[in-house]
């Protein structure tokens, strides 16, 4: 996966357990985070070459476990950071490839071995991007046309789970008071300094609330002033190093951003009433023109002389009407 500062923001997010715990207990799906015991969490390094295509990837690995029927075990949570502009459709088998290169890593390593068995993996995909995502959940679908019957056992599955940050609706992520909650509100403020003025607010309340508030509001921190280079907001970033601590200095550099904003807001008003207007008067004159070569009399010359249509258009519509 191609790396850029936006993912490094969230690989730092997510290299603590707690915003891990976030991301399941928030987000995915209830019966699967019921089952976690989040205090056993436990990182692991995804950075490996792959041998197929000689590819480095850094994706975020945990492991974390989890009692089901009595037995207790160890499950891989591979998380996918996919903030590409367009939607990759090839991501189930990019997934797969790279599933299939952790465990090589894990009997490499000998935290496993073949006479183990290998442990369940739950692949989450967490996307931040403005398209409809797109692409299939499983490999599996992505085989067209669906093989015949007694070759669908044979083929490849492995279906991942989809975080959407674009989805949830304001309210949704207002239900959750997590600190990573409050990183998706900003994500989905978009480039709107008014609405990001907003989820900033939300964020500090969030942190002033965690017990933990020194530690998360560094983190925090770091991530905003990415976020906020991303977007090339003018602000003093260097002076920026608590949002807590800093929350005045950054409201009124939003504040600021918010003004400009309205105020370009009112001038490209303005701009899109002149166009209206322009286009408006054109389609009266070319209407005009229509009416006027409808009687047959007049020539192109004198229909331009007319109304003031240049010639060519003039031209051009008569040769429309024949048509």
């Known amino acids: 996966m191609s790396s850029n500062h936006h993912d490094t923001g969230y690989k730092e997010l997510f290299s603590h357990p707690e915003f891990v715990q976030q991301l399941i207990e928030g987000f995915a799906p209830n019966d699967i985070a019921g089952l976690m015991n989040f205090a056993t969490l436990k990182q692991h390094s995804g950075n490996y070459i792959t041998p197929l295509f000689e590819e480095k990837f850094e994706d975020v690995v945990w492991s974390v476990e989890v009692t089901w029927n009595g037995i207790t075990q160890d499950v891989f949570l591979y998380i996918l950071l996919e903030f590409q502009s367009a939607v990759d459709r090839a991501i189930p088998i990019r997934l797969m490839h790279y599933v299939a290169c952790f465990y090589s890593e894990l009997l490499k390593q000998r935290v496993i071995t073949p006479g183990q068995g290998l442990p369940p993996v739950f692949p989450v995909v967490l996307y931040n991007g403005s398209q409809k995502w797109a692409a299939k959940a499983d490999i599996y679908d992505m ?103 800093d929350r005045d ?32 008067a054109l389609a009266e004159k070319r209407e005009t023109v229509r009416n006027l070569l409808s009687f047959g009399v007049l020539s192109d010359e004198q229909i331009a002389e007319a109304t003031g249509m240049a010639l060519d258009e003039v031209a051009r519509l008569r040769l429309e009407d024949k048509h």
């Open 143 to 245: 085989i067209a046309p669906e093989p015949p019957e007694f070759l669908r056992v044979y083929q490849p599955h492995l279906r991942y789970y989809l975080v959407d940050e674009s989805r949830y609706t304001a309210e949704e992520l207002n239900s959750k008071a997590t600190a990573l909650s409050g990183v998706f509100g900003v994500e989905n403020a978009g480039e709107s300094w008014e609405s990001l003025q907003a989820a900033v607010d939300r964020v500090v309340a969030i942190i002033q609330a965690d017990p933990d508030k020194e530690r998360i509001d560094r983190v925090i921190t770091r991530w905003i002033k990415r976020h906020l280079q991303r977007l090339g907001a003018d602000v003093s970033l260097d002076r920026l190093s608590s949002l807590v601590e």
């Open 249 to 280: 200095m950054l409201a009124e550099n939003l504040e600021n951003l918010v003004k400009k904003e309205r105020l370009e807001g009112l001038q490209e008003g303005r701009q899109e009433g002149r166009r209206e207007a322009e286009l408006r």
